[in-house]
């Protein structure tokens, strides 16, 4: 039987390949990874969900040394502009966290990858961003 | 450039800040009433004379604190404001002091700003759940464990160093070296600084080399934890002209206060965004005062990573656009510089109470615009800007211009 996969979070669809979802504004264009009861610009309250483009941008980055308890380091969180203008924030994966090996401006492309497993045997997936 | 009083105007008439260090053997409620009751006696009037008081203790939010500072120094009845607002707790409480006078409810109030951190070591990330059972989606991102390091950074290290990141990638000549000589500038700066809770100065070697906790931002280039508190009397000018000349020439004119919070970018859903809520409380403080970037003397700034600091550069109009990095390469912003910023040491140097902050930062630009700094005073000094940003977001200027004679 094959393991049962659970995104580690609901804007993350795994099928039929993994990629995120925005609740964009139909009016303006706004897009938000949670539910909003109007549109933080332009105060519009219809939304429907889009798929996010896979590949982007790194914006900003910084490789964290220190974190809370239980969190491995150090790791790359980044800020990625995906091509169809999203804004999303991640780890960069498949990558050595050193300054040399991350580059402001690279090319990246969202990844999936399991982070643990629970009691009864599912299998939580993140996201992230690696080098394309 | 010094001010004259005019009735509708808003002026510091005492200011008071403690050393910050860490005090394992006062609570927070000494170190507020200490700076309430000295920056009562160097406006040179009594608790009776004050109409409202306003208090930010961040972590002690839900506590009560300005009525338990009333409780230590006299309980008159006064409306008491206690509020919060991130790292902007304390120039909030000096905001909602001047609200009241100038709504003409209060002729004199009391600000106080104060916090009690001790050791709390690393601020904003939350640990990943140890014990997870089962995954089962919660919250508003439906999230079946901490994502904290899992989808990026939470802790303010972090964060901050995004945010300076950021502006490196959209504009030349600012890196590492360049974020690192921010540290450099207001550890030197701090040795100046009896109150600074360090006054060290470090190469930068030491600087760089120091442990990295969230690159760019080594240890020395983020703010410590620490204790203090901070205190500050307002006055209208209709009844500071009725006050004896010697109280009137140390008084400070607040020629602008503004508050602001992060207007909508898109960018800021998903990190927060210090530049455009800055940038906004900037122009309309500018506007306010009357005063543009190149009359400041001394600029107070939100250093609290070294990240930080370089953007608020280019945010408060101090650089040329895009410029922060040759800013910094070119001494700009060092005490003997064009525009001297953080000569207090700043949060890096000279400590980080959060609630204590903002008014600290109006106590540092009043004392040097009274020329009562000691050996770090800026000589001449009578334009200042005091700023202020905490995260979520929220951004608070204050310009101060000396009395004329």
């Not at chain 2, 800021?268 to 940038?279: F, I, K, S, Y």
Request: charged letters at 20%.
């Amino acid at each position: 039987m094959a393991t049962a996969r659970v995104p580690l979070v609901n804007y993350l669809c795994l099928e039929p390949e993994p990629h995120l979802v925005a609740n964009e504004c139909t009016s303006c264009g706004a897009r938000f990874f949670d539910r909003r009861n109007a549109c933080a610009r332009c105060g519009s309250t219809e939304f429907e969900p889009v798929p996010v483009a896979g590949s982007g941008e790194l914006r900003a980055f910084t490789i964290v040394h220190r974190a809370a308890p239980g969190i491995p380091v150090p790791f790359v969180s980044a800020i990625v502009k995906t091509d169809d203008g999203t804004w999303v924030r991640s780890n960069v994966v498949n990558c050595d966290p050193t300054p040399e090996a991350v580059e402001l401006g690279m090319r990246v492309q969202l990844t999936t990858h399991p982070i643990g497993t629970d009691d009864d045997g599912t299998e939580a997936v993140a996201f992230g961003y690696e080098p394309a | 450039m010094t001010a004259q009083i005019s009735p509708d105007s808003v002026w510091v008439l005492g200011a008071h800040m403690s050393r910050f260090a860490r005090y394992a053997d006062r609570d927070l409620i000494d170190l507020a009433s200490e700076s309430a009751m000295s920056a009562l006696a160097d406006g040179e009037v009594t608790v009776n004379d004050i109409d409202v008081l306003a208090c930010g203790a961040l972590f002690q939010a839900s506590g009560a604190v300005g009525q338990r500072i009333q409780k230590q120094i006299g309980q008159t009845g006064v409306p008491v404001y206690n509020v919060a607002n991130a790292c902007a707790t304390g120039a909030t409480a000096i905001r909602t002091v001047i609200m009241a006078i100038k709504s003409g409810e209060a002729q004199i109030g009391l600000a106080v700003g104060a916090e009690q951190m001790g050791k709390m070591g690393l601020l904003g990330g939350g640990a990943t759940k140890k014990e997870k059972k089962v995954f089962e989606p919660s919250g508003r991102y439906g999230a079946v464990t901490g994502v904290d390091g899992h989808l990026g950074t939470e802790t303010m290290p972090g964060v901050f160093a995004q945010a300076g990141m950021a502006y490196a990638h959209d504009h030349d000549g600012v890196g590492f070296e360049q974020f690192a000589r921010v540290a450099y500038k207001n550890h030197l700066h701090s040795t100046l600084n009896p109150l600074a809770q360090y006054q060290k100065e470090f190469s930068m070697g030491e600087i760089m080399e120091s442990p990295m906790m969230s690159y760019p931002n080594t240890l020395l280039m983020c703010c410590p934890t620490g204790d203090g508190a901070a205190a500050v009397v307002l006055v209208s000018g209709e009844r500071l002209a009725s006050m004896p000349a010697h109280v009137r020439k140390r008084a400070v004119k607040v020629s602008a206060s503004v508050l602001t919070s992060d207007p909508f970018t898109e960018d800021c859903q998903v990190q927060p965004d210090v530049n455009t809520l800055t940038r906004n409380a900037a122009s309309q403080a500018y506007e306010a005062a009357g005063v543009g970037p190149t009359d400041l003397d001394l600029v107070e700034l939100h250093d609290c990573f070294a990240t930080a600091e370089l953007i608020h550069y280019d945010n408060l109009g101090l650089c040329e656009p895009g410029g922060a990095g040759e800013f910094i390469d070119s001494g700009g912003p060092f005490r003997d510089g064009p525009t001297p910023v953080n000569v207090s040491g700043g949060l890096i140097s000279k400590g980080h109470p959060i609630g204590a902050t903002g008014v600290a930062n109006v106590y540092e630009i009043t004392t040097h615009l009274r020329g009562e700094a000691g050996d770090r005073q800026v000589e001449g000094a009578t334009v200042g800007l005091a700023h202020v940003i905490g995260l979520a977001s929220a951004c608070g200027v204050h310009i101060l211009e000396k009395a004329a004679a």
